[in-house]
């Protein structure tokens, strides 16, 4: 009895311990959350830059590096070569989970970004209940007299641009979305085009006479947007050449006289000049979607477009060091990229990046004309080894050039993982009944291309985990202004918070 009684005081004694440990070890975690700079009392910047690249994290921006450094130095030294944001005097890092995930998606987490709140996957700059609105840091610097700004390679009514100008239960909604967008007072929209600008059934009010009611001037053409100056009012300014999506071309694919996202800063800095100040987002997109489809070469070469488009505000910068900060930070990280597969142990050759010609999307079409045009019976990988040779440098031993670029020959096991893919490839989609090993293999990409990437970045020494996001915390990038409450490591919430501090806005 006096024993049992003995232990169970022990038992409660370590309960107790437990328990108060637990709540020292809450208190230490609050306590280092209040450790995270969201302070400034220095000079309010005039002009503001936040560029997000979208599905960039460490990997992507780490690749890009390394890609550059291989042609910068080849075989003779290793080197990475910086982009343009990785030279920032201040680099943070920030987590990125959202109400329910560590795995989140672009609506909740610029949602974060552009309000401070935690939200739901899906939903732009509303509660988790979907009824109470958040108002977005680009209301609030408007209501300051700054000019906005909202740019992005992808749709204009995507998710990351919405959550700096909409306020809606669904990323979805294009429509509402979009017709928010030409109902705002901000100054200049750039890149992309709409999904539904007459609504899903095509039978609304063209969200471009909305904007144009409303005072913007609607600008397609390249000479037309070339033009946009200080005085051309209120723009919207869409891009001639869309994809599918409504999107820029991939990097990769664009046509060399196209516009890019970096003319699209640059104009957007033209018609947003002016003494009271601006604030800019701008969104390079296409990074996740090329991560999405595990497509290295498309995810570099868009990362790079995008350190490009920085450059723009880095030369705005150099004219006005003492009035402007520049952010430059992802969303979440897209595909599980890394620089590592099993395959190739410790070694990269990222030269092999180098071969690939066009982005799996481009490639695509080469498949579906292919599969229209030749019956099933008849259908042989052998007809499109010429151009997965073009496209993609990678060849067989049989081929004319296999002696001397032996690094790029397909070994008989890639060539029997293309063989499976190409068999799966020539059913058409919608008749494609994948096992659940083969899901692993193609996700819901054309299986072709997708095994044609994995195997040029696998040969290059790159993995891929998944075709969706990961919970990878991502850099932060801080220069001018403030930069120096972008050190440590912090939510993606306090992004929002420290943008206030610095604009001093009062949150109401
Ligand atoms: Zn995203």
Same mark, same amino acid.
């Given at each position: 009895?006096?024993?049992?009684?003995?232990?169970?005081?022990?038992?409660?004694?370590?309960?107790?311990?437990?328990?108060?440990?637990?709540?020292?070890?809450?208190?230490?975690?609050?306590?280092?959350?209040?450790?995270?700079?969201?302070?400034?009392?220095?000079?309010?910047?005039?002009?503001?830059?936040?560029?997000? =690249?979208?599905?960039?994290? %460490?990997?992507?921006? %780490?690749?890009?590096?390394?890609?550059?450094?291989?042609?910068? %130095?080849? /075989?003779?030294?290793?080197?990475?070569?910086?982009?343009?944001?990785?030279?920032?005097?201040?680099?943070?890092?920030?987590? !990125?989970? /959202?109400?329910?995930?560590?795995?989140?998606?672009?609506?909740?987490?610029?949602?974060?970004?552009?309000?401070?709140?935690?939200?739901?996957?899906?939903?732009?700059?509303?509660? !988790?209940?979907?009824?109470?609105?958040?108002?977005?840091?680009?209301?609030?610097?408007?209501?300051?007299?700054?000019?906005?700004?909202?740019?992005?390679?992808?749709?204009?009514?995507?998710?990351?641009?919405?959550?700096?100008?909409?306020?809606?239960?669904?990323?979805?909604?294009?429509?509402?979305?979009?017709?928010?967008?030409?109902?705002?007072?901000?100054?200049?929209?750039?890149?992309?085009?709409?999904?539904?600008?007459? =609504?899903?059934?095509?039978?609304?009010?063209?969200?471009?006479?909305?904007?144009?009611?409303?005072?913007?001037?609607?600008?397609?053409?390249?000479?037309?947007?070339?033009?946009?100056?200080?005085?051309?009012?209120?723009?919207?300014?869409?891009?001639?050449?869309?994809?599918? /999506?409504?999107?820029?071309?991939?990097?990769?694919?664009?046509?060399?006289?196209?516009?890019?996202?970096?003319?699209?800063?640059?104009?957007?800095?033209?018609?947003?000049?002016?003494?009271?100040?601006?604030?800019?987002?701008?969104?390079?997109?296409? #990074?996740?979607?090329?991560?999405?489809?595990?497509?290295?070469?498309?995810?570099?070469?868009?990362?790079?477009?995008?350190?490009?488009?920085?450059?723009?505000?880095?030369?705005?910068?150099?004219?006005?060091?003492?009035?402007?900060?520049?952010?430059?930070?992802?969303?979440?990280?897209?595909?599980?990229?890394?620089?590592?597969?099993?395959? !190739?142990?410790?070694?990269?050759?990222?030269?092999?990046?180098?071969?690939?010609?066009?982005?799996?999307?481009?490639?695509?079409?080469?498949?579906?004309?292919?599969?229209?045009?030749?019956?099933?019976?008849?259908?042989?990988?052998?007809?499109?080894?010429?151009?997965?040779?073009?496209?993609?440098?990678? #060849?067989?031993?049989?081929?004319?050039?296999?002696?001397?670029?032996?690094?790029?020959?397909?070994?008989?096991?890639?060539?029997?993982?293309?063989?499976?893919?190409?068999?799966?490839?020539?059913?058409?989609?919608?008749?494609?009944?994948?096992?659940?090993?083969?899901?692993?293999?193609?996700?819901?990409?054309?299986?072709?291309?997708?095994?044609?990437?994995?195997?040029?970045?696998?040969?290059?020494?790159?993995?891929?985990?998944?075709?969706?996001?990961?919970?990878?915390?991502?850099?932060?990038?801080?220069?001018?202004?403030?930069?120096?409450?972008?050190?440590?490591?912090? /939510?993606?919430?306090?992004?929002?918070?420290?943008?206030?501090?610095?604009?001093?806005?009062?949150?109401?």
């Amino acid at each position: 009895m006096f024993t049992s009684k003995k232990r169970l005081i022990a038992v409660i004694l370590s309960i107790a311990v437990i328990l108060t440990t637990g709540f020292m070890m809450l208190t230490a975690s609050a306590s280092d959350e209040n450790q995270v700079k969201n302070n400034y009392s220095g000079k309010t910047p005039k002009y503001v830059f936040l560029f997000i =690249g979208d599905g960039m994290s %460490y990997p992507q921006i %780490y690749s890009s590096e390394i890609f550059l450094g291989k042609k910068l %130095y080849g /075989d003779s030294k290793i080197g990475t070569s910086k982009l343009s944001f990785s030279t920032f005097p201040v680099e943070g890092t920030c987590a !990125t989970f /959202d109400a329910e995930t560590f795995i989140p998606d672009s609506a909740s987490t610029a949602t974060s970004i552009s309000t401070g709140n935690k939200t739901l996957g899906g939903i732009i700059n509303m509660d !988790t209940e979907r009824k109470t609105s958040f108002k977005t840091i680009t209301e609030y610097v408007k209501e300051k007299g700054y000019k906005v700004g909202v740019i992005t390679s992808v749709s204009l009514d995507h998710a990351t641009p919405a959550a700096f100008y909409a306020h809606q239960p669904s990323r979805n909604n294009y429509y509402d979305i979009s017709v928010e967008l030409a109902k705002s007072n901000f100054d200049f929209f750039g890149g992309g085009g709409f999904k539904q600008p007459k =609504g899903s059934k095509g039978d609304q009010t063209d969200v471009i006479e909305i904007a144009k009611q409303n005072g913007f001037k609607y600008v397609n053409t390249k000479e037309g947007i070339l033009s946009l100056n200080s005085e051309s009012g209120r723009v919207i300014a869409v891009n001639p050449v869309l994809d599918r /999506d409504k999107a820029l071309a991939y990097e990769i694919d664009r046509a060399s006289d196209d516009l890019s996202l970096s003319d699209f800063v640059k104009k957007g800095i033209d018609v947003l000049y002016n003494p009271k100040g601006f604030f800019m987002m701008v969104e390079g997109g296409k #990074i996740d979607w090329a991560c999405h489809a595990n497509d290295a070469a498309a995810s570099i070469k868009d990362t790079l477009a995008f350190s490009k488009s920085v450059d723009q505000a880095l030369q705005f910068y150099e004219k006005h060091p003492d009035d402007t900060l520049i952010i430059v930070t992802g969303d979440h990280e897209t595909g599980g990229m890394t620089i590592g597969f099993a395959g !190739t142990a410790y070694e990269t050759f990222f030269n092999k990046i180098g071969y690939q010609k066009k982005s799996f999307l481009e490639f695509d079409k080469e498949i579906a004309q292919y599969r229209e045009n030749t019956p099933a019976s008849e259908a042989k990988l052998t007809d499109l080894l010429p151009s997965i040779k073009e496209s993609f440098g990678l #060849i067989t031993s049989e081929d004319a050039d296999a002696s001397k670029n032996e690094g790029m020959v397909l070994s008989d096991y890639e060539l029997e993982t293309l063989k499976g893919a190409f068999e799966q490839t020539m059913i058409p989609a919608k008749e494609r009944k994948l096992s659940e090993r083969e899901s692993i293999l193609y996700g819901t990409y054309e299986p072709l291309s997708v095994t044609i990437t994995h195997i040029l970045n696998n040969k290059s020494g790159i993995g891929w985990t998944t075709y969706s996001h990961t919970g990878l915390p991502l850099p932060v990038f801080a220069k001018g202004l403030g930069q120096e409450i972008f050190n440590g490591y912090y /939510d993606n919430t306090d992004l929002f918070k420290k943008m206030v501090s610095i604009l001093k806005i009062d949150i109401k």
